[in-house]
């Protein structure tokens, strides 16, 4: 459970389906500034979401294997505010429930009467991954992770869609271009991409100058259909790609996947979601039952 608890606080997100199909043809070339503009103008603007999930979660440890696990969720979220996720088990019962603020992480177990409340130190500490709400809410939306309209970014085209970069980090594109190329998570750090070269660029950025992001365009609509984050510095990547949306005013995601990399671990997650509602505020509740005690 703790495994799972994990994951999902990472891949909690994302309602009638319609595949996004990508077509392959030569596509026109189109100038950053006007993509830009495009994937600005798609931005949504929605403060409230609750909807309910199937989740399929694989973990990749290398030394230990692949382990899988499908879940039930009800999902509920308040934008820049709260995600809050209730995860069931057999028969309907609730296992365990998730509140991540922008601060803060609280869990309950209740398959062994536990919790845990702590800041996001503490769950990077107790859980080895730090969650973002901002990425995960962003990621809920079908938004463009991470993506600032102020910023300059290169155009290019992939694959019967349009892609930008983050331009500003020039000397790192590269590497990170050279991540997207191989698929396998194992094969790529398995690659040699010249380490002292990149330890040298490196040791000359900031924190945030070595993060690329590159986000894939559908060419008619021009929605996001992939956000790929890569922090050199760190060593990790997250690669959000939406396959589903909606095809009602909002054009919400209804199916996502979520892939995690860093070193001798990848984790994947799928969602498929149902009952997406927009216009309410979700009853979002937490408390500790008198019975629980702290996760050991």
Sequence with gaps: MLRALSIILLLSVAACKTPLRIVNRDLPPRGADKLTELVAANIADIRW??????????????????????FNAQVRSVRDSALWT????????EAARVLLTNDSLKILDRLHDTY??????????????QPSLGL??????????????SEKYKADRDDGQYVLTSKEKRRFRRAAEDITETPDSAARRDRDISERRMERTLEKADERGAVVYRYWLEPDSFRVTRVQITDLARDQQADVRYTERSTDAHHLPVEITITLAEPGRTARGTLAL??????????????????FGPMP
């Design 116 to 129: 845990f409340i702590g800041d996001s130190a503490q769950a990077k500490a107790r859980f080895g991954l």
């Design 274 to 291: 149902s009952k997406i509602q927009v216009g309410e505020p979700p009853n979002i509740s937490f408390k500790v039952p008198e019975k």
């Design 49 to 70: 979401y609750t909807a309910k999930a199937d989740i399929t979660v694989s973990v990749d440890t290398g030394a230990t294997g692949n382990s899988e696990q499908n």
């Design 136 to 149: 995960l809410q962003q990621a809920l939306l079908g938004m463009p992770i991470g993506f600032d309209p």
């Design 86 to 93: 209730s995860i069931t088990a057999v028969l309907g019962i």
